[in-house]
């Protein structure tokens, strides 16, 4: 009995392997539309985990606390101990150290500089010695070349070590340092740079570095242990590993008294909104090209069926069931669906090995659960496509499916009808929630699927209502054959509605994917360009004055529209809160910087610029200035008639020769009226200074002019200029007023005093900056920001940005470097950003670039280039999941062009034989070409341009909420308008594929109306 069930079984897999082959052409349709679907399902399901693999090691690259566990714990702690069970199978070995905060006593800072003793294991392979040699005791240290150069240390000095609690320990410094790669994962985000400087005029220092025990010297030393995750264990399936070990050490560290630094959370929360929005980025994709999927099988299993409807009449003439009838076309498709769903996976795997070789992260070719899973799902889909159809086909009567062609009633106009308005009203739905919604919910990411699904819909109607007026007309005119045949066919051929949704969903898919992902493109790149501010940006450890010193060398025109490099300088206040102060040199930053054009025009970078203003110069070793005759200038008191000015202090601010602020008092004159009086000093000036402001201070109330006559420096003459070449600065003397008044024998100080101190400032230094506000900071009444030495610094705003402030993005202001060196505020402080802007041009030379300043004493403690920002960028859940956008636009084009295909293989039976018939009726072939050309073409072209359209209104209507788009800043705004060049290509190949199939099915149609085709079957 088994053997016998086995010979039915064979027997009926060879008949069903017959039937196939005697219809090749169409069983290799099925095959292909198998594997394209399969294949589809297949790579989708393995990439998005690919993606979300390439999330985890993106995330985990970086060297800092979002990639690792720092602790500190006083000595008597036990940091390994502390550290949770299986930590060693998901953490790279630990980094011990030991620091201790210190101060370090020299003889020109006696109160000591402030800093921190450090050691770390195996330190001194990380560490580059410009001078001198690592410790090699805890008597001895190294310090850092920032601090050398500031602080004027040398190898052999003797320094002093003390803590808060100790005396002074003396030490030797044994070595000079600088990091030799200060983004090495060995430092975990915190190289030894970037603290030396002053905050309010105190010193702090780099750390200093030594070998051995910390806490056998310093009281007050802590244990510190570092741990970095491994990443090539770190994947989404070690992902709960991880945050259960960090939870369980962050419950633990507090209570041992250990304190604990990690952003793991923040990074494991990271990767599970990427992980979303890959799922929800691919989800979008693969439901509208489902809804094209779908009604390309409903398509094949219609024509399948349908062409074995006589077949199933003889069957069931010769008394086989309805049932086994039924059966054995099923068996048949699902025999020819499986060898496609097999073969579908080859391609597939093929696409995923080439993208887990590509993407980082990737640990070979991995098939998820999921995989098979979808794929499955998928077979069972393509499988029962056909069962409806089957289902209806044989419950027919045989005399039904005996006929040579369907019955027409098979597809009455109200049922045509009921199902429009179903759809219409469901894509209506979808629209108004969509709209009401907004683009956060997938539903209103649909929004060009929803309207494709109703415009096509709407277009068919329109189409069969115009078809049939134009038949009518034409009817009674007898003009214009050719249309009325057109008309006559598209009202009398089944499908063609179908068509046009197809084609219309197929067009608009197309073209919002190909949009999407260059608009997704385009955003990325301003996104990183922005971010990033310059094609390379160096951030060096030293004064702004020292660089711009240096840039003059490097690059003679760093100040103007032509620079390959150009200085800026970003300030904050203590308060974390408060106003960013940027400091730029406005003409090169305006056509150097990524973004600041969108920032600003032109015309208002040059507005905060310095002014044109000639300074005067101070050359020579002396300063003499000479008073003219003048009235009596003191004046009583009123509320203290003894009160009264009699004399007045005079002196200068000037800039020194490495563009420090100084004062010197030049002495006393007498305010009584008098003859000419001179005052003469000594000034350190034989290296250049300029002379920045003029003071005076009466000891009483002072009102009237004091003619200031002459003045020289090293024995020669300065020129003054004229009046207008000096301000009253703000907040000078409150309650006074000094105005500079022309005079043939110089200046005429006009004085009106109660007493405080006026003074009168050189306009070539602005005493107000003028600055850009970006776009949402409220400057207020009288503000102020923090110049690079910290010094509270009065602005007031030329203009207001529209868009993102290259790299500081928001909360800042955009000033004039110059003007802010030209008023001595040109020292760092450890707060200040002092950085090198290169061009595209000048960004392939980091390296000699580097050196060169490294060389003038500005070492570059970190460099940020915009092609890393990109290749970040690309590596984002939005970007690797919109990449492949245009490869599924492709595929919607294909499976237009086969719902087309097929559409017409539905109607190539009545068609033939209408044509035969017609043209025996003596219908010329040109006549039959061109209708049948106008029959199929038409409705397409009019779908494909419907269906452009709509992809681009959905870009409009949803660009800025697809999950395909990189999370910007609020500060930046992209450009989301439709990109021409995708527009075009994408249009051009909608016409391509989808015209070019239905001409060719036209052509394939008209070839194939002979007159044996009256007596075929087919």
């Not at 550290?83 to 905060?101: C, K, S």
């Not at 046009?500 to 994917?513: E, K, N, P, R, Y």
């Not at 507005?607 to 000639?614: C, D, E, F, L, N």
Request: hydrophobic share 50%; with cysteine.
């Amino acid at each position: 009995m088994v053997g016998e069930m086995a010979t039915d079984r064979l027997g009926a897999l060879r008949l069903a392997g017959r039937a196939l082959w005697e219809r090749r052409g169409q069983t290799l349709l099925i095959v292909l539309i198998g594997a394209l679907v399969s294949g589809t399902v297949v790579f989708a399901a393995g990439y998005q985990r690919q993606v979300q693999e390439t999330v985890v090691d993106a995330t985990f690259a970086a060297n800092g606390p979002g990639s690792a566990w720092m602790l500190r714990g006083s000595p008597e702690a036990d940091l390994t101990a502390a550290l949770p069970a299986g930590w060693d199978a998901l953490f790279e070995p630990p980094v011990a150290g030991q620091v201790a905060a210190v101060s370090w006593v020299t003889p020109r800072y006696p109160l000591g500089i402030g800093g921190a003793l450090t050691w770390r294991a195996d330190i001194c392979a990380h560490l580059l010695f410009t001078a001198g040699r690592c410790p090699t005791g805890t008597d001895q240290v190294a310090v850092s070349a920032a601090d050398a150069e500031r602080y004027e240390i040398r190898v052999g000095q003797r320094v002093g070590l003390q803590s808060s609690i100790s005396k002074p320990v003396p030490v030797t410094v044994v070595g000079i340092y600088r990091p030799k790669a200060e983004g090495e994962g060995y430092w975990f985000g915190n190289p030894p740079v970037g603290s030396s400087g002053f905050v309010n005029d105190e010193p702090r220092s780099n750390p200093l570095i030594t070998v051995g025990n910390v806490g056998d010297d310093v009281p007050g030393a802590q244990h510190t242990l570092d741990l970095r995750l491994d990443r090539a264990v770190a994947d989404v399936a070690t992902l709960p590993e991880i945050e259960a070990a960090t939870t369980t050490l962050a419950a633990t560290a507090p209570r041992e008294e250990i304190v604990l630094t990690t952003a793991i959370p923040v990074s494991l929360a990271h990767i599970a909104a990427e992980r979303a929005r890959t799922v929800t980025g691919l989800a979008l994709t693969l439901v509208q090209l489902a809804a094209l999927i779908v009604v390309v099988l409903v398509l094949l299993a219609s024509v399948a069926i349908t062409s074995q409807r006589g077949e199933l009449g003889l069957a069931r003439l010769r008394g086989q069931s309805g049932r086994r009838a039924g059966r054995q076309v099923v068996g048949r498709w699902a025999l020819a669906v499986a060898l496609g769903w097999l073969l579908g996976w080859v391609p597939a795997l093929v696409a995923l090995f080439s993208t887990a070789t590509g993407l980082p992260g990737q640990h070979g070719l991995r098939l998820v659960p999921m995989v098979p899973i979808a794929a499955g799902a998928a077979l069972l889909l393509m499988v029962a496509a056909i069962v409806p159809a089957t289902r209806a086909m044989v419950r027919q009567p045989v005399v039904e499916l005996l006929r040579t062609s369907p019955p027409a009633a098979a597809e009455s106009g109200r049922r045509e009808l009921i199902v429009d308005v179903a759809v219409l009203a469901a894509a209506a739905s979808g629209l108004m929630v969509a709209l009401q919604s907004g683009t956060s919910s997938l539903l209103g990411l649909l929004v060009p699927s929803l309207l494709a699904i109703a415009v096509g819909i709407v277009l068919g109607r329109i189409a069969r209502r115009l078809a049939d007026r134009v038949r009518a007309r034409r009817l009674r005119t007898g003009r214009a054959p050719g249309a009325l045949l057109t008309a006559i066919l598209l009202s009398r051929l089944r499908g063609q509605r179908l068509t046009i949704v197809t084609v219309c969903l197929a067009s608009a898919f197309a073209v919002f994917a190909v949009q999407v992902q260059a608009i997704g493109t385009a955003v990325r790149r301003h996104e990183a360009e922005v971010r990033t501010g310059a094609a390379a940006v160096l951030t060096v450890d030293g004064d702004p004055s020292a660089l711009v010193a240096a840039l003059d060398q490097l690059d003679p025109a760093h100040a103007t529209d032509r620079a390959t490099m150009t200085a800026v300088v970003l300030t904050r206040r203590a308060d974390a809160g408060a106003t960013r102060g940027m400091y730029v040199e406005p003409a090169a930053f305006g056509a150097l910087a990524y973004g600041a054009e969108q920032a600003a025009d032109r015309s208002v970078w040059q507005a905060i610029a310095a002014p044109s203003t000639r300074p005067v110069d101070l050359v020579g070793e002396n300063v003499t200035m000479t008073i003219g005759a003048h009235g009596k200038l003191g004046e009583t008191d009123p509320d203290d008639p003894t009160r009264v000015g009699r004399r007045a202090e005079l002196g200068i601010g000037y800039l020194d020769a490495r563009g420090g602020r100084r004062t010197l008092a030049l002495g006393s004159v007498s305010l009584a009226a008098a003859g000419q009086q001179t005052l003469r000093r000594d000034i350190d000036c034989a290296a250049g200074c300029r002379l920045l402001q003029l003071t005076v201070a009466p000891d009483g109330p002072v009102r009237g002019e004091l003619p200031l006559t002459a003045m020289s420096a090293g024995g020669h003459r300065l020129d003054l200029g004229s009046a207008g070449d000096w301000v009253q600065p703000p907040g000078v003397g409150p309650g006074a007023e000094v105005v500079a008044r022309p005079s043939a024998a110089g200046l005429v100080l006009a004085i009106d005093s109660g007493g405080g101190t006026v003074a009168l400032q050189q306009a070539w230094a602005p005493t107000v900056l003028p600055v850009l506000a970006a776009e949402y900071v409220r400057l207020g009444v009288d503000p102020t920001i923090a110049a690079p030495d910290g010094t509270a610094v009065r602005v007031e705003s030329a203009a207001r940005a529209r868009d993102a402030i290259p790299r500081a993005l928001a909360g800042v202001v955009v000033g004039d470097l110059e003007s802010a060196r030209r008023n001595g505020y040109a020292t760092a402080t450890p707060e200040t950003l002092v950085q090198v802007w290169l061009s595209a041009a000048a960004g392939d030379r980091v390296p000699a670039i580097s050196a060169a300043l490294a060389d003038r004493g500005l070492p570059v403690i970190g460099v940020d280039r915009v092609q890393s920002a990109l290749t970040a960028q690309r590596l984002t859940a939005a970007a690797l999941t919109g990449v492949v956008a245009p490869a599924f636009a492709v595929l919607a084009l294909v499976f237009g062009g086969l719902a087309i295909a097929l559409t017409a293989a539905g109607q190539q039976g009545v068609l033939g034989r209408d044509l035969a018939a017609l043209r025996l009726a003596g219908v010329g072939d040109r006549v039959l070409r061109r209708s049948v050309l106008r029959t199929y073409v038409w409705p397409v072209v009019v779908a494909a341009v419907a269906g452009t359209a709509i992809g681009v209104l959905g870009c409009l209507l949803v660009a800025d909420a697809l999950p395909v788009l990189p999370d910007r800043s609020p500060a930046i705004h992209p450009d989301l308008d439709p990109r021409p060049v995708a527009l075009a290509l994408s249009a051009l190949g909608c016409l391509v594929v989808l015209v070019g199939t239905a001409t060719f099915c036209a052509v394939r149609a008209v070839a194939g109306s002979s007159a044996d085709r009256l007596r075929s079957r087919r």
